[in-house]
C-alpha cells in the first residue's frame, strides 16, 4: 500500500503546477539524448495554448533534445517561467552553453516576457553563463523577477558575466520606460570570491529591487561583503538575506550592520558561519535595537563571538515582537556565557526562541588573537589578489572534466552547523554535520510543531542522491531520525504534519498562503522510505492514501 500510496503522489506532483499554464516533466529522470527523445514533449508544447511554464528539472537534456525542445518552444508568446534545474546530469560541460543558446534563442524569438528564471543545480562553469548571457540582455528578461543559479560553479568570471548582462538589462529596460525589477537572486556555492561579488553588486545597487539575497559559501571575505553591503543598502524592500558560511571579519560585519539601518523590511538575517567576531555581533546589535521592526530570524552562529557580545545582541531583541529564531550556536562564550545568555533572554521571554547552544567552543583563550588574525588578513589582501587570476584558471581546467558534481567551494575550517544546513540545504552540508549529524538534527528542529516538522524532513530530502551512497544514508538516518523523535512524543500531531506536507508540495491550499516548495526526486523517495517504517503510524498513511485516491 506504501508503494501505491507514492506512486499515486507522485502523480499528482506531476500534475501540479503553480499555475494553470504549467507543462511539467519534473522529476521524471528522462535521458534526452536527441529529437526522437522528445517527440511526446515537443507535441505536448506544441498542444500547449497559453504555455506560460515549462519544468524539466530533474531529467537530463543533450544538445539536439534542447534544439527540437526550443523549436516548439518559438511561438509560445505568453512564456514566463523556466523552471532548469538540475537538467544537465551526465552531460559534457561543452554540451550546456549550445543547449541554453537554443532554448534562449527560442524565448526571444517567441517574444517571451519571463519572471522565473532556474538553472540551479547545472554545474555548467562560466561557459554555462555564456549560455543564458544573450538571454539575460534581452528583451525576454526585461521582466524576469527571480534568478535560480544556486550551485552552478560560476566563479570569479562566471559572476562577472552574469553582473554584466544585468546591468546591460537593466541599462537597455530602463531606456525603454520599464527597468529590469528583479526581486529574488539565488547563486549560493558558486566560489564567486570577492571580485565575483564585487561586480555583482554594482548590479544589485543599479537595480534597487532586491526583496531576497542568498549568496551563501562563495568564499567572499571583506572587501566583497563591503561591497555587497552598500548595494544593499539601496534595495529598501529587501526581505532576506543570506550570505552563511561566507568570512566577513569584523570589518565586513560593521559594514553590514551600517546596511542594515536602511532596511526596515528585513525580515531573516542569516550571517551564519561568517566570522562576524564581537565587535562586528555588537555593530549589528545595535543595528537590530534601534530599527528592523519586523526582524524573523537573525542567525550569528558560528562567529567567534564572545560573551559579552551576545548579551548585547540579546539585548538588542528585547522589543523585537516578530522574531522566531535567534541562533548564537557555535560561538566562544563558555559555560558560564551560555547560561549568561539563556538567562537573559529568559528575562524579556525569548528564551524559547534561542537555537542549540550544543556546539559553544567555550571562552578564547586569547582576546587579542581576533586582531592579530584582522592585521595578517589586511596584510594578505594584496597576496590573495596575485593568485585570484590563477586560481580561477585552475578552477576553469576543473571545469573541463567530465564531471556531475561541483567541486566543493571554499569554506571555513569549521563544520557547518545545523541551522545553516536547514536554512540552505546541500549534500556537502550534510556530510559535513559528521557521524552525529541525525542527532544534532533531531535536537535542533521543535517536534512539537508539526508544521516545522514537515518542513525539515523536506530540506533533509532535497539533498538525497540515490547514486551517491553516503548522502544517500545520511539524508534516510536523519530523517529516520527525526520522524522517530516525532511520533514518539505525545503532543505530536500526525494529521497536521501529513497534512503541512501536502501543502509544502503543493498538493493542499493552505489559508496561510503557504509557498510551496520546488519538489525534487528526493522528496518522492525519502516519502517512499518513511511510509514503509514501523515508526509511520499506519493511519497516517491511511490518510495519503484517502487523499490521493480523491
Same mark, same amino acid.
Given at each position: ?14 500534475k ?8 511539467s516533466?519534473?522529476?521524471?529522470g528522462?535521458k534526452?539524448?536527441?529529437?526522437k527523445?522528445?517527440e511526446?514533449?515537443v ?11 515549462l519544468?524539466?528539472e ?6 539536439a ?14 512564456f ?19 543547449a ?7 524565448l526571444?524569438?517567441a ?6 528564471l532556474?538553472?540551479?543545480?547545472n554545474a ?12 539575460l ?6 521582466t524576469?523577477?527571480e534568478?535560480?543559479?544556486n ?8 559572476g562577472k ?13 530602463s531606456a ?13 556555492r558558486?566560489r ?7 561586480a555583482l ?7 534597487g ?5 542568498h ?5 567572499i ?6 561591497a555587497l ?10 526581505r ?5 558560511d561566507n ?11 551600517q ?21 562586528g ?5 545595535k ?5 528592523l521592526?519586523?526582524?524573523?530570524e ?6 567567534e ?8 545582541v ?13 541562533d ?32 559553544d ?12 588574525e584582522?592585521e ?15 586560481? *580561477?584558471v585552475?578552477?576553469?581546467e ?6 556531475? %558534481? ?12 545545523v ?6 540545504p546541500?549534500?556537502?552540508?550534510l556530510?559535513?554535520?559528521?557521524a ?12 512539537? *510543531? ?34 522517530k ?19 509544502l508540495?503543493g498538493?493542499l491550499?493552505s489559508?496561510? %498562503? ?9 522528496h ?18 491511511a ?8
Amino acid at each position: 500500500m506504501a508503494t501505491d500510496v507514492v506512486a499515486q503522489l507522485a502523480d499528482s506532483l506531476a500534475k501540479t503546477g503553480v499555475e494553470d499554464g504549467e507543462l511539467s516533466y519534473k522529476g521524471q529522470g528522462r535521458k534526452l539524448d536527441d529529437a526522437k527523445s522528445v517527440e511526446e514533449i515537443v507535441k505536448e508544447i506544441q498542444d500547449y495554448e497559453g504555455l506560460q511554464a515549462l519544468r524539466l528539472e530533474g531529467n537530463t537534456v543533450g544538445v539536439a533534445a534542447a534544439q527540437a525542445i526550443a523549436k516548439a518552444l518559438e511561438n509560445k508568446s505568453e512564456f514566463k517561467c523556466c523552471y532548469w534545474s538540475d537538467m544537465f546530469t551526465g552531460r559534457l560541460r561543452s554540451e550546456i552553453p549550445p543547449a541554453l543558446n537554443s532554448l534562449g534563442d527560442a524565448l526571444m524569438l517567441a517574444g517571451a516576457k519571463l519572471t522565473v528564471l532556474d538553472l540551479s543545480d547545472n554545474a555548467f562553469g562560466p561557459d554555462g553563463v555564456k549560455g543564458i548571457e544573450r538571454l539575460l540582455k534581452s528583451t525576454a528578461c526585461y521582466t524576469l523577477q527571480e534568478l535560480r543559479l544556486n550551485n552552478c560553479g560560476m566563479g570569479i568570471g562566471g559572476g562577472k558575466i552574469l553582473a554584466a548582462a544585468l546591468t546591460q538589462c537593466h541599462k537597455k529596460s530602463s531606456a525603454e520606460g520599464s527597468p529590469l525589477s528583479l526581486k529574488l537572486f539565488v547563486a549560493g556555492r558558486n566560489r564567486l570570491e570577492n571580485d565575483g561579488a564585487t561586480a555583482l553588486a554594482q548590479a544589485f545597487q543599479l537595480m534597487g529591487s532586491l526583496e531576497e539575497v542568498h549568496m551563501p559559501q562563495n568564499g567572499i571575505n571583506h572587501s566583497g561583503v563591503t561591497a555587497l553591503a552598500t548595494a544593499m543598502q539601496h534595495n529598501p524592500n529587501l526581505r532576506i538575506l543570506n550570505l552563511n558560511d561566507n568570512t566577513f571579519s569584523e570589518k565586513g560585519a560593521i559594514a553590514m550592520a551600517q546596511a542594515l539601518t536602511h532596511l526596515r523590511s528585513i525580515q531573516v538575517i542569516n550571517f551564519g558561519d561568517c566570522l562576524v567576531r564581537p565587535a562586528g555581533a555588537i555593530a549589528i546589535a545595535k543595528t537590530v535595537s534601534e530599527g528592523l521592526p519586523i526582524l524573523k530570524e537573525l542567525n550569528l552562529s558560528f562567529g567567534e563571538i564572545t560573551e559579552e557580545a551576545a548579551l548585547a545582541v540579546a539585548q538588542a531583541v528585547e522589543d523585537k515582537d516578530q522574531l522566531e529564531k535567534l541562533d548564537l550556536n557555535g560561538n566562544c562564550l563558555g559555560e558560564d556565557g551560555c547560561k549568561a545568555l539563556k538567562d537573559a533572554l529568559e528575562g524579556i521571554n525569548k528564551a524559547d526562541l534561542l537555537g542549540s547552544l550544543s556546539d559553544d567552543e567555550g571562552e578564547p583563550e586569547d582576546d587579542d588573537e581576533d586582531e592579530d588574525e584582522d592585521e595578517e588578513e589586511d596584510d594578505d589582501d594584496d597576496d590573495e589578489e596575485e593568485v585570484e587570476e590563477e586560481e *580561477d584558471v585552475e578552477e576553469e581546467e576543473e571545469e573541463e572534466e567530465e564531471s556531475n %558534481k561541483l567541486s566543493t567551494p571554499a569554506s571555513g575550517t569549521r563544520p557547518p552547523d545545523v541551522s545553516s544546513f536547514l536554512s540552505f540545504p546541500s549534500p556537502d552540508k550534510l556530510l559535513r554535520l559528521g557521524a552525529k549529524r541525525a542527532l544534532l538534527i533531531e535536537q535542533q528542529v521543535d517536534v512539537t *510543531d508539526a508544521a516545522k516538522t514537515a518542513e525539515a524532513f523536506l530540506k533533509i530530502a532535497s539533498v538525497y542522491k540515490e547514486e551517491n551512497n553516503d548522502v544517500k544514508n545520511a539524508v534516510l538516518d536523519s530523517i529516520d531520525a527525526l520522524l522517530k523523535k516525532a511520533f514518539s512524543t505525545p503532543s505530536f500531531q500526525g494529521y497536521s504534519f501529513v497534512s503541512s506536507l501536502l501543502v509544502l508540495l503543493g498538493l493542499l491550499k493552505s489559508e496561510d %498562503k503557504v509557498k510551496p516548495v520546488l519538489v525534487v526526486p528526493g522528496h518522492l523517495q525519502a516519502l517512499e522510505h518513511v511510509v514503509r517504517q514501523d515508526y509511520f503510524p499506519r493511519e497516517n498513511v491511511a490518510v495519503l492514501e484517502a487523499f490521493m485516491s480523491r
